[in-house]
């Protein structure tokens, strides 16, 4: 069945560099979303892709799906204490009706 | 503004009841609501989606006659889990896309529902 890894696990980094997620699929996939979860919080949606190759951003949160519509990532510029969370990514396979499989989420730690 | 509430926020209830847990948009219309499970400390798995007067589609795995799905307005979705057993203990949780956004894909999630079963 269709795989959904995320990579890094886990990430610290220290306030003000930069961090990336990266999504990876065993199946070609018809859309990717986005969501961030805070500690304790619920999910919030950031975006969904569904082009080849395209490329969202949000103030300093860049996202990218993959020309084979088989990875993504999400990049975020000069984090700041505020992205702390778990940020997951979902994908839906292509072809007819296919499940949605959310990735296994990499939780970031910003030190201040 | 786009709200989404739950309730009850948690509950507990013994092996073999039925259990119903309400998802409201507060203040907008939804004709489409998700129902999720997570288990601690793991990701979203998405159950099914609740479309407004119509049956729900149910994702690959998910039992509908287990987890009973029923969208009878616009801001409401109730999901019935039935004879609940220990292993149906998650964390359940909705969410709604905005009918009047048109083609946006933005979810907004509820609070979620602690559900024990004992």
């Known amino acids: 069945g269709q795989q959904v890894m995320q990579i890094p696990q886990y990430q610290h980094v220290q306030e003000g560099e930069d961090f990336t997620t990266y999504c990876n699929s065993s199946?070609?996939?018809?859309?990717i979303q986005w969501y961030k979860q805070r500690p304790g919080g619920h999910p919030v949606f950031l975006i969904q892709?569904?082009?080849?190759?395209e490329v969202k951003k949000q103030k300093r949160l860049t996202f990218q799906f993959g020309e084979a519509k088989k990875n993504s990532s999400l990049h975020i510029t000069a984090t700041q204490t505020t992205d702390v969370g778990t940020y997951f990514c979902?994908?839906?396979?292509?072809?007819?009706?296919?499940?949605?499989?959310f990735g296994t989420g990499t939780k970031l730690q910003v030190i201040p | 503004g786009a709200v989404v509430s739950q309730h009850p926020s948690w509950v507990i209830c013994k092996s073999g009841t039925s259990v119903k847990i309400e998802c409201r948009s507060l203040d907008f219309q939804a004709t489409t609501m998700f129902w999720y499970r997570q288990f601690p400390k793991q990701s979203l798995m998405l159950m099914a989606t609740s479309n407004e007067g119509s049956k729900a589609t149910y994702e690959q795995g998910v039992e509908k006659d287990k987890f009973l799905i029923n969208h009878a307005s616009l801001t409401l979705s109730t999901l019935t889990v039935t004879s609940a057993h220990p292993e149906d203990s998650s964390f359940y949780i909705c969410?709604?896309?905005?009918?009047?956004?048109?083609?946006?894909?933005?979810?907004?999630f509820g609070p979620g529902t602690r559900l024990t079963v004992t």
């Open positions: 199946t070609t996939l018809s859309n």
């Open positions: 969410s709604a896309r905005d009918s009047w956004t048109g083609s946006s894909y933005e979810q907004y």
């Open positions: 892709l569904v082009k080849s190759g």
């Open positions: 979902a994908g839906r396979g292509s072809g007819g009706y296919q499940k949605v499989t």
